[in-house]
């Protein structure tokens, strides 16, 4: 099998870098690569970038504005994104609930949303996890009771991704109590202006605010809203939870933070040299390095084995090792530059401090912006061990894989 990429692939690589040198914002990559959090201004900016230059869906059907690349070269794609840095698209829109309305959606589901989901226009968030439903998704109680031509919602989602910027969510919601606690769900579209919507913010331990608890009181749902049929929405969020998962390992992240801290360890000083000069840095760094090629060689290996049987996306067990490895390496980088960055990561961020230890000099010192970024960064990441399935769950997925049951 050729890990290689073909001469064609290698243009496409090209065309692809230079057209993120030409295109990308220099503030917003400059954000990207001092870990400081995007605006949705920043996201939805880049996203109306791609979808101008017609990259915006590569993966959907041509007649809603895909490109009919290769599984290889979406993957390029994505991972240049990664590496350049660019924002990675908002995965809720154009990764899950689009690729659903293609698949299970009305044409006039399709027409009202579709256009607007490549361009962000719209905002979408998701809302399945509930308190006490979230490995245990179908445990789910938020009810969805059918009046007329419209479904009333009553309940509360929680960890609900960027739901202060949404206009819409995909919802799940009980809609009947089936013998399997898995049917009886039924899979909506929820206008976030809607009355009886209460959206409020939950600080995460990095003191941001990305998540939030979502209340639903009375909330009317026209039934039009509905996707697929009703009490069948668990085969909607299986379908949407499996799709596109070609850069689930984000190995593009990854490169790109080691490469900063590349750069950084052969400026930053300590005990009087580089960091980069320190055996102990050194070793773990390669070790990662070294961790890190062997994934995207796995990754790779899985795309070509793709290409050459036709299979479209990954199996459940090989996402799974992909997610758990990937959401490793990448944690190990911030711990890395957490390290890097010392007592400069110190929670008095631009102040002036006084060194207590052998500082190689310099006595009093300031904070670099980016050392002030390394322990919030350090903190959101670890999210990726918890959110899509957490890994205790993705590992009984990959043993299942391996010896069945
Ligand atoms: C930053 C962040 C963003 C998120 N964004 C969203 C979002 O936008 N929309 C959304 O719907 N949800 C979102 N989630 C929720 C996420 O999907 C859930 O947190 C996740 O599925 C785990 O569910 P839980 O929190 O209820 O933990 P639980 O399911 O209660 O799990 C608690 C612990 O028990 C372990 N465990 C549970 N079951 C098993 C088992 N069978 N075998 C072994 N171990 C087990 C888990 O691994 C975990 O360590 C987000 C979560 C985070 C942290």
Known sequence: MNLQFTSRELLFRDEVRDFLLSSVPRDISRKLRNDHRLSKDDIVRWQQILNAKGWAVPHWPVEWGGTRWTSVERYIFREEMQAFPAPPPLDFAVDMIGPLLIARGSDEQKRRFLPRIANLDDWWCQGFSEPGAGSDLAALKTSAR??????????????????????????????????????????LLVNMKSAGITVRPIITMEGDHEVNEVFFDDVQVPAENLVGEQDR????????????????????VSKARIRRIKELAASEHRRGQP?????RFRERLAALEVELKALEMTQLRFLAGEEIDGRTGASDATASLLKIKGAEIQQATTE??????????????????????????????????????????????????????????????????????
């Open 275 to 279: 960091m980069i000069e320190d055996r």
């Open 146 to 187: 059918r009046d007329g031509n419209k479904y009333v919602l009553n309940g509360q989602k929680i960890w609900t991704t960027m739901a202060h910027y949404a206009d819409w969510m995909f919802c799940l919601a009980r809609t009947a109590h089936g013998e399997k606690k898995q049917s009886g769900i039924s899979f």
């Open 233 to 252: 929405g668990w085969d909607c969020a299986k379908f949407l939870l499996s799709n596109e998962r070609t850069t689930i390992a984000r190995v593009g």
């Open 336 to 405: 890395l530059l957490l390290e890097l960055a010392g007592p400069f990561a110190t929670p008095f961020a631009g102040d002036e401090q006084q060194m207590t230890d052998d500082d190689g000099g310099r006595g009093l010192f300031v904070s670099p912006e980016w050392a002030t970024r390394a322990a919030p960064t350090y903190f959101h990441w670890r999210k990726m061990s918890i959110y899509g399935g957490s890994d205790e769950i993705q590992r009984n997925i990959l043993a299942r894989g391996i010896f069945g049951g």
